[in-house]
């Protein structure tokens, strides 16, 4: 049964004492940080921050542990990868409501003040503030196909955001298209504080840009998401939101967005972005805000995007070599640079097709290892022990110079985000096809066999 909204997903994590409250004064500048920091590497709970100087209280760990991911998700550890990638292939559609509890309070005009919410300054480096917790809301310009993701906005000015939308995702191809379209202003919605089922949808990479990420989302949930039109843009966004700041991106006027903590562990330096001019801003009464750190791997930002981007990752590649069993895009290389892909080759040097087309995915990965089944993508022992005697280098590495990389890799080459590239490798670790290759040596039977002066439960 899926979660309602975002405090249904927080009654659920207070049952399972899996959520404090801090009534004592923590910082949104820099102290919120250090104890979301805190509690992740202690596996701690979801966080109430009542008292944080703003008339707000701030939610944060969310997405904390993969335990959350899975209570979110209504999924079990074993079975979410071919769950999640079977279901996002059945769409519900959404249904639209006329009145709804994420416009219950409606600030707009000189009332609005971006001063006044408890958006976080995560390190001492970072350009200001940063909503990071957002999913933003924007359609196809051509098609109205509404696309759900994740962008970073700074906090600038009372009414102004900067953000980044690299040109591979569908924010950022949707403002290119707008701006190609000749359009001078775009429309999209920053919602934060929804169901999180909603979060992981935003995460689901490898669909084509025709996918509508609601029906996704209504897929995810089992059943659909409730929308309600914005006040002033023509956007829809889920009724039961805790906020909703409504946005026009003004292409002709620019500011200067950064630097900011990223997820690949290194900041990323300031530069000119379009602004994002805040029309409306709408809330529900006694509203949380959900704050999310992001930062080296491992934090928020991976466990949100791992299974998502594993599952649909997995979705796409089966489509084409159906005898893949499983795959690993883990969160040490940013859910991104590092894919391990198990298969069974149906013929020989199957594996170099994996390869070819895993680096032409959307996720561009620059390292991409090839196992046989037998190896469990997920305990890098194993993926270790294929690398070492299963790949003859010469033979196994394919080398491919010169493509388009994850632009905020320190290690891609280029100015822009849209001329930065990279090399990306590809090694098939698994066995030859068809020939007996040597003999694993196990010790049979030493699973079941019955040694009590040694047992499991020591
Ligand atoms: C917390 C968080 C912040 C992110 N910030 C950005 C960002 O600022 N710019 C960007 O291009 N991608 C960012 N991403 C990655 C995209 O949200 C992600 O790859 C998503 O799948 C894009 O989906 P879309 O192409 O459907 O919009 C972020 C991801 C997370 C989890």
Redesign the pocket.
Known sequence: MAFYDLRDFLESCRKENDLIEVDRYVDVNLEMGKALKKSYANNGPVIIFRNNGTDYPAVGGVFGNRKKALRALNAQNNTVLPWFAETIDRPIAPVMVKSAPCQEIIIEGEDVDLGKFPIPKFSELDGGPYL??GI?ISKDPETGIA???????QAIGKDYFG????P??????NCNKAKALGMKKFEMALVVGTDPVL?YT????N?PDTTD?WSLAGALRGQPVELVKCRTIDVEVPATAEFVFELEIDFETEVSEGPLGE?TGYMTPASERPIARVKAITHRKDPYFQV?L?GKPVT???I??NI??EASFYNAMKKQFPTITDVAVTPSGGV?LYAVIAMKQRYANEARHVILSAMSS?VRPKWIVVVDPDINVHDSAEVEWALSFRVDPGRDVILVNNVPSAPLDPSSHGDSLQEKTNSTIGIDATMPFGKLYATVAEVAGWEDYSFPEISSER
Do not use: I, W
């Not at 696309?147 to 906005?153: A, P, Q, T, V």
């Open positions: 990071t917790a933003s696309d759900l993701g994740h962008y970073r906005f953000f980044m939308a690299q591979f995702h569908r924010l950022g191809k979060a935003c995460q689901v990479q669909v990420d997820y999310l992001t928020e930002n991976h949100l995007k998502p981007l991104q959307n």
